[in-house]
């Protein structure tokens, strides 16, 4: 493994790594630092978590000037990883004269106007860069490094007209660098349209595998909040967080979370920024212990010393699941992901199991309290899960679940009987 300093980063640059207490190189800086300091345009396959900030970092803190306007642009899918890369571009910089803005919407849009006067470096969301294009209050004409900050989920998320807008008004000899977790063929469209033979670069996933233990629960829709509450009392957690796959799902889980004493709080794209940093803040400082996001939200945060990661919503496909579980496992410490399947999932369920890397394994249903659900705006309570909706399979009942491992499941003392599928 090379040293940052045999990547060709300047003195000022490695000061500032080691401050930081970076002591080697990660795969993407090591793979893909060099090519971006000569000037090549690269494709970097890499998730968040393996150090992707600091690879096209380099590059511009070691090429932007002071005092020649914008000349790079940094665009991200949401507002928290805009702020994200934001704070991890100004600690790099630190010994480095550059005026680094983050720009996203759900916030002033007049101090940001006045703020973009004096910035080298833009980090924005292509929402809030196109208003202030249509405005007239940014001008990409200097542009030299364009940077496309998890691409797939700006694709994903509908943004890739607004992407392909912003790109066109950048100048078309400047340096284009995009990172995704995946290369689709709406990736390899830009790619082929807008950028100059570019290398192609793909890490090994970041999830550190032997430390991170895998495995789910096949549990009853009604039981499943039930079970959920069981495993946040009796694990050993530091920072929890729980998945839903929609701000509805993360907001009711909140509030029967809490209702029951455990401090948890939703995060989602319909709460306003302000309350966002407010909530992360909290979070980080241990006040708050469970976090219950959406995948939108999440992508993107800077979260430490994450130990458990539950998926009480299945998400659709391998992709969103692994980056929900890399939150967990890194930096050298332990991390559980579990998963709660009902029959509701099975089809998600089994499209995440298509991905044959992973190992998630079969536990065995404890013995847990059957606790009461309750909707916020409703005095009637629900038991368990069927606040999740009617899609992916319908009301079948209890009998009709299956295996997705080949072990029995069921709650101990259940004569429930449950026919299984093997995945």
Known sequence: MESFKQLGIGEDLLRSIKELNFENPSEIQEKTIPMILQGRDVIGKSATGSGK????????????????????????PTRELAEQDTQSLKKFAKNHDLKILDIYGGVSITRQIHEIRYSEIIVGTPGRILDHLERRTLNLSNISILVLDEADRMVDMGF??????????????????????????????????YMKDPEYVSVKSYIESEKLKQHYYDVSPHEKFSLLVHLLKSDKSELVMVFCNTRRNADIVAQNLNRLGLKATAIHGGRTQSKRNNIMEQFHKGHIQILVCTDVAARGLDIKNVSHIYNYDIPKNSTDYIHRIGRTARAGNEGEAISLVTNRDYENFGKVNLDKSLKITSSELPNFEDIQFHFSNERKGFHGSDHQGRSGGGGRGFSDRRDFGGRNNRRQGSSRGNSRRRY
């Open 53 to 76: 900030t600091l690879a096209f970092g380099a590059g511009i803190i070691e090429k932007v000037k002071k005092g020649k306007g914008i000349q790079a642009l940094i665009l991200t």
């Open 160 to 193: 890739l007209p607004d992407v392909e807008k912003i790109m066109k008004r950048c100048p078309q000899n400047k340096q284009t660098l995009l990172f995704s977790a995946t290369i689709s063929p709406d990736i390899d469209y830009m790619a082929h349209k």
